[in-house]
C-alpha cells in the first residue's frame, strides 16, 4: 500500500522510518512545513516528496500517517477524510476538549476509520495486563497505578504550548487505565508542584503532578508524573485485584535502583527515551493502522477514546488550578464516550 505522511519531526521522521520496513507498505509519500526535512526523508527512505498535505492527498495515498503541529491535526484529519482516506494521527486530536468534539462530530457517520496515536494500547505488558483484567485473572479491582516519569524536562517553547502536564503527558496515563480495566473515569483529583526547571512554573504548570482517580466501579486509578527522572524513562503501570495483583513495566531496564541488600543489579541500560521504551509498541501501532487501511480491522483508538483521554485531563488541569475535585461531567463530551471494555485490542 502507499502511505502518505505529514509532518516529519522527531515522531514524523520516526514513524516514517518504521513504515518503510513493514511488508505492507509498498512507498511512501512525505511532506513538512520545512522542505529540508520533506528531502531529508525522501532520501534517507526512497520516499516520494510532496510540496504540501494536499499534495500528498492527490498522489493516490491509500492512508495518511499525521505527527503534525497539534494546531494542524483538526484541518488535516478533516482533509483526508473528506477524501475518503483512513487516518493515523498522532495525539491529541486538537489543543481543545471543544476542537476536538467538533472533529469527532464532523468525522460521525463518514465511513471513514481514523486511528489516534496512544501507543501504550500495543505495549506488549499493557495488552496482557488488559487480557488478564477483562479475563477475570484478578478478580474485583480496587487499585490502579500507573506512572510516567521523564528523563528530563521539555524546552521552555514546547512548554509554552504543551497545554500542560496533564494533558500532555498524564494524558497517555489516562488512556491505558480506560483500556485496561474497560472501565470509565467518574470524578479526578489532582496536584502538582515544581521541583526543577523554573520555566515551566512561569508557564502555569507543573513539573511533578499526580491525579486520584474513580472509576465507576469504585476502582482507585492513582497516575503519577514527573519531568525529573535522572535514572532514565520510566513507565509502568500496576494492576490490584482481590484474586491477584499484576505490573507491567516492570523489566530488567526499569529505571529504578533497588537498595535491598543483594538485590540483583540489571545487567543492561535503563530505558531513558520514550523512543526506546514503546520501539516495539510503535510498530505494532503502525501495523495494526496498515490492517486498519486494508479494510482487515477497525480503528483500535477511536476518535472517541482520544476525546474522552482528553477529558480526563481537562478535568485534572481544572482541578490543579481550582484545588477541588471535578466530576467527568462537569467537562463537554460525555456523549461521545465510548464503551472502554468493547473491541479494542491492540
Not at 105 to 133: H, K, L, M, T, W
Not at 272 to 294: G, I, K, M, P, S
Request: hydrophobic content about 45%; proline content about 6%.
Amino acid at each position: 500500500m502507499r502511505i502518505g505522511i505529514m509532518g516529519l519531526g522527531r515522531i514524523g521522521a520516526f514513524h516514517a522510518e518504521t513504515l518503510a520496513g513493514l511488508d505492507g507498505v509498498g512507498s511512501l509519500v512525505v511532506t513538512d512545513p520545512v522542505d529540508a526535512a520533506t528531502a531529508a526523508v525522501a532520501g534517507r527512505l526512497g520516499a516520494e516528496p510532496a510540496a504540501s498535505p494536499e499534495a500528498v492527498l492527490a498522489a493516490g495515498v491509500d492512508g495518511v500517517v499525521i505527527a503534525a503541529a497539534t494546531d494542524a491535526h483538526p484541518g488535516l484529519i478533516l482533509a483526508a477524510v473528506r477524501a475518503g482516506v483512513p487516518v493515523f494521527c498522532e495525539k491529541p486530536v486538537a489543543r481543545t476538549v471543544e476542537e476536538s468534539l467538533a472533529v469527532a462530530r464532523a468525522v460521525e457517520g463518514s465511513g471513514v476509520e481514523v486511528q489516534i496515536g496512544y501507543n501504550r494500547r500495543f505495549d506488549p505488558g499493557c495488552a496482557a495486563a488488559r487480557a488478564a483484567v477483562l479475563g477475570g485473572e484478578l478478580g474485583t479491582l480496587h487499585t490502579v497505578r500507573s506512572t510516567t516519569l521523564d528523563p528530563a524536562p521539555p524546552p521552555a517553547a514546547y512548554v509554552a504550548v504543551s497545554g500542560g502536564i496533564f494533558r500532555d503527558c498524564a494524558v497517555h496515563d489516562f488512556d491505558i487505565v480506560r483500556w485496561v480495566t474497560g472501565r470509565e473515569v467518574t470524578e479526578v483529583y489532582a496536584t502538582g508542584g515544581n521541583r526543577g526547571a523554573a520555566y515551566i512554573a512561569g508557564a502555569g504548570d507543573a513539573d511533578t503532578a499526580s491525579a486520584l482517580l474513580t472509576l465507576d466501579d469504585g476502582t482507585i486509578a492513582v497516575v503519577s508524573n514527573s519531568r525529573h527522572n535522572a535514572r532514565g524513562h520510566d513507565v509502568r503501570l500496576e494492576v490490584h485485584g482481590m484474586k491477584d495483583s499484576i505490573a507491567a513495566g516492570r523489566d530488567e531496564r526499569l529505571p529504578l535502583r533497588s537498595v535491598e541488600p543483594g538485590a540483583a543489579v540489571p545487567g543492561v541500560a535503563p530505558h531513558h527515551f520514550f523512543l526506546d521504551r514503546f520501539a516495539a509498541a510503535y510498530r505494532a501501532e503502525l501495523t495494526a493502522f496498515t490492517e486498519v487501511v486494508a479494510g482487515r480491522r477497525a480503528s483500535p483508538c477511536t476518535l472517541a477514546d482520544a476525546v474522552e483521554a482528553s477529558r480526563i485531563a481537562e478535568a485534572c488541569t481544572r482541578s490543579f488550578h481550582e484545588h477541588r475535585p471535578v466530576r467527568l461531567d462537569e467537562i463537554p463530551g460525555g456523549r461521545l464516550r465510548p464503551d472502554p471494555s468493547g473491541g479494542r485490542t491492540g
